[in-house]
């Protein structure tokens, strides 16, 4: 049965001025009208392939006054929502290409989604990467079951290879774009949110240059409910989607290059058909800062126990940062799509995070060297019931008096309340040689 509506039409209208782009070693070449049957269509063919992710309530809901609901979708198999696209992606391709393989170059979560179904359709697949790429994401790649190679010491020079390589051997070279294929695939997350959460009122994805993931969720939630709210969220270091759109065009700017910590929502933006949708189905676009990025994965960790990645927890951070005033006293979801990150970066995360949010903090003061004045200084913090996380001792270069010692401790508090009050103890007992606590 052919289902007809005016969000149709809108998305018709949205893709119609889309010239059809040069012939490429790619799947660009499949871009069509991204019909809401076309999303259903890839919801069917991947439902045993992937994770239909819960959808859940969340105990942050009060904190920020409305019904918060959190699409978990980092509880896909290899840690990302880029395996709905991709699944949809290689099994449309022809028998013949799926017995040549297909061979990537990147070690992102587009390239481990397709190591990983790649392997389990029985498709050939091949990963290039530079030689600067992290040991865990190779070790990752292969356990998938991909032949990882390293080879050059770019980006640049690990996607020329795998091109060479595919034209010599017959693979398809796989890059992530946005063919209407790909985007019915990553649009069944609407499908499934818009089942999980009866009257929704507005949902929150993250965006930034691969907005494949807003533009097709975007598609089926506006037709299935053209009144819900479509927002997508990116960071203030990388407004990517904001300039492509202002442009009418996707833009081209090299400042904007990945980042390690934001991964693919610093990258260029990479097509006209999300860029066209997004701008014809999704309401706002909002940037939000690093910091609230950060207390945002640091929130996720504390009430969800929900390990997310930067991409993973921009849509929460909109919230964090105070970005959606309209949406106090509604239903939203947000989708946490991702949740690669490697294991040193999570420990910087946490840190600065808690710093960021008031609950570590370090101050400096200067005490005589005498007995029984550092056991004074640990009353205070007891007394102030402050956890002592490290203590540090200065005596060479002290410029004071002598026989004095400088003290720097770090701390660990409540909240921003609680260090005023631990600032205001310090003060009482040295008034002039406490530094102010930070």
């Given at each position: 049965?052919?289902?007809v509506?005016?969000?149709?039409?809108?998305l018709r209208?949205a893709l119609?001025?889309?010239?059809?782009p040069?012939?490429?070693?790619?799947?660009a070449s499949?871009?069509k009208?991204?019909?809401?049957?076309?999303?259903?269509a890839?919801?069917?063919k991947?439902?045993?392939?992937?994770?239909?992710?819960?959808?859940?309530?969340?105990r942050l809901?009060k904190q920020?006054?409305?019904?918060?609901?959190?699409?978990?979708?980092?509880l896909q198999?290899t840690?990302?929502?880029?395996?709905?696209?991709?699944?949809?992606?290689?099994?449309?391709?022809p028998?013949?290409?799926?017995?040549?393989?297909?061979?990537?170059?990147?070690?992102s979560n587009f390239?481990m989604?397709?190591?990983?179904h790649?392997?389990?359709?029985?498709?050939?697949?091949?990963v290039i990467v530079?030689?600067t790429?992290a040991?865990?994401?190779?070790?990752?790649?292969r356990?998938?079951?991909?032949?990882v190679?390293?080879?050059?010491?770019?980006?640049?020079?690990?996607?020329?290879?795998?091109?060479?390589?595919?034209?010599?051997?017959?693979?398809?070279?796989?890059?992530e774009?946005d063919?209407a294929?790909?985007?019915?695939g990553?649009g069944t997350v609407?499908?499934?949110?818009y089942?999980?959460?009866?009257?929704l009122d507005?949902?929150?994805?993250?965006?930034g240059?691969?907005?494949?993931?807003?533009?097709g969720?975007a598609?089926?939630?506006?037709?299935?409910?053209p009144h819900?709210?479509?927002?997508g969220?990116?960071?203030e270091?990388f407004p990517?989607?904001?300039?492509?759109?202002?442009a009418?065009?996707p833009?081209d700017?090299?400042?904007?290059?990945?980042?390690?910590?934001?991964g693919d929502?610093?990258?260029?933006?990479?097509?006209?058909?999300?860029?066209?949708?997004t701008?014809?189905?999704?309401d706002?676009?909002?940037a939000v800062r690093?910091?609230?990025i950060?207390?945002?994965m640091?929130?996720?960790l504390?009430?969800?126990?929900?390990?997310?990645?930067?991409e993973?927890?921009?849509?929460?951070?909109a919230?964090?940062?105070g970005?959606?005033?309209?949406l106090?006293g509604k239903?939203?979801a947000?989708?946490?799509?991702?949740?690669?990150?490697e294991l040193?970066?999570?420990?910087?995360?946490?840190?600065r995070?808690?710093?960021?949010?008031?609950?570590v903090?370090?101050?400096?003061l200067?005490?005589s060297?005498?007995?029984?004045?550092?056991?004074?200084?640990?009353?205070i913090?007891?007394?102030?019931?402050?956890?002592?996380?490290?203590?540090?001792?200065e005596?060479?270069f002290?410029?004071?008096e002598l026989?004095t010692?400088?003290?720097?401790?770090?701390?660990?508090?409540?909240?921003?309340?609680?260090?005023?009050?631990?600032?205001?103890?310090?003060?009482?007992?040295?008034?002039?040689t406490?530094?102010k606590?930070?």
């Amino acid at each position: 049965m052919k289902i007809v509506s005016r969000n149709e039409e809108l998305l018709r209208e949205a893709l119609s001025s889309i010239p059809q782009p040069s012939s490429r070693a790619s799947l660009a070449s499949c871009n069509k009208l991204i019909r809401f049957e076309d999303i259903s269509a890839a919801a069917f063919k991947i439902q045993c392939g992937v994770q239909k992710t819960p959808c859940m309530y969340s105990r942050l809901s009060k904190q920020y006054g409305m019904e918060v609901y959190l699409k978990k979708e980092f509880l896909q198999y290899t840690g990302s929502v880029k395996e709905r696209g991709v699944l949809y992606l290689l099994m449309s391709l022809p028998q013949e290409q799926q017995r040549k393989g297909v061979i990537v170059a990147s070690d992102s979560n587009f390239s481990m989604a397709v190591a990983h179904h790649a392997a389990e359709l029985g498709v050939p697949v091949f990963v290039i990467v530079p030689s600067t790429t992290a040991p865990a994401r190779v070790r990752t790649c292969r356990d998938y079951g991909a032949m990882v190679l390293s080879y050059g010491a770019t980006a640049k020079d690990a996607q020329l290879h795998a091109r060479r390589l595919a034209q010599e051997n017959g693979y398809l070279y796989l890059e992530e774009e946005d063919s209407a294929v790909y985007l019915s695939g990553l649009g069944t997350v609407g499908l499934e949110m818009y089942e999980q959460v009866p009257k929704l009122d507005a949902v929150i994805f993250p965006a930034g240059g691969h907005c494949g993931l807003l533009a097709g969720s975007a598609a089926a939630l506006k037709h299935l409910n053209p009144h819900i709210s479509v927002i997508g969220v990116e960071s203030e270091s990388f407004p990517v989607l904001q300039q492509s759109l202002k442009a009418g065009h996707p833009t081209d700017d090299q400042a904007c290059n990945n980042h390690h910590f934001y991964g693919d929502v610093s990258g260029v933006c990479f097509g006209s058909n999300s860029l066209q949708l997004t701008g014809k189905l999704v309401d706002k676009v909002v940037a939000v800062r690093e910091e609230d990025i950060l207390i945002a994965m640091l929130r996720l960790l504390e009430y969800e126990r929900a390990t997310v990645d930067a991409e993973g927890a921009i849509g929460l951070a909109a919230l964090v940062a105070g970005k959606l005033p309209e949406l106090r006293g509604k239903r939203v979801a947000v989708v946490l799509c991702s949740g690669n990150l490697e294991l040193h970066l999570l420990q910087q995360c946490i840190a600065r995070a808690l710093t960021l949010d008031n609950r570590v903090c370090r101050f400096s003061l200067v005490i005589s060297d005498c007995p029984g004045d550092m056991s004074k200084l640990l009353e205070i913090l007891a007394r102030e019931e402050v956890r002592v996380l490290d203590i540090k001792q200065e005596r060479t270069f002290v410029t004071s008096e002598l026989f004095t010692v400088q003290v720097i401790c770090t701390v660990e508090t409540r909240d921003k309340i609680h260090t005023a009050q631990l600032r205001n103890a310090l003060l009482e007992r040295y008034p002039t040689t406490a530094n102010k606590v930070r």
